[in-house]
Every structure is written in C-alpha cells, then in structure tokens.
C-alpha cells in the first residue's frame, strides 16, 4: 500500500516539474516576442 502511495506522489511530483519547466520555457519565448 505504501509502496503505491509513494509511487503516485512521485508521478505527480514528476507532472508537475515537467509542466514548470514548461512553463519556464513559454515565458522567455513570449518576452522574447513581444
């Protein structure tokens, strides 16, 4: 049961660093842009 548990947060942790860096990367295009 743990071992699922901890697996799920480390997925979601995985996510949501990749959707930051994502995000980090979107920005400096748009400032670069405009």
Do not use: N, Q, W
């Not at 799920?8 to 400032?31: G, Q, W, Y």
């Amino acid at each position: 049961m743990r071992s699922a548990i901890l697996a799920a947060l480390f997925l979601a942790a995985l996510f949501l660093a990749a959707e930051e860096k994502s995000m980090v990367k979107e920005i400096p295009t748009k400032d670069l842009g405009s």
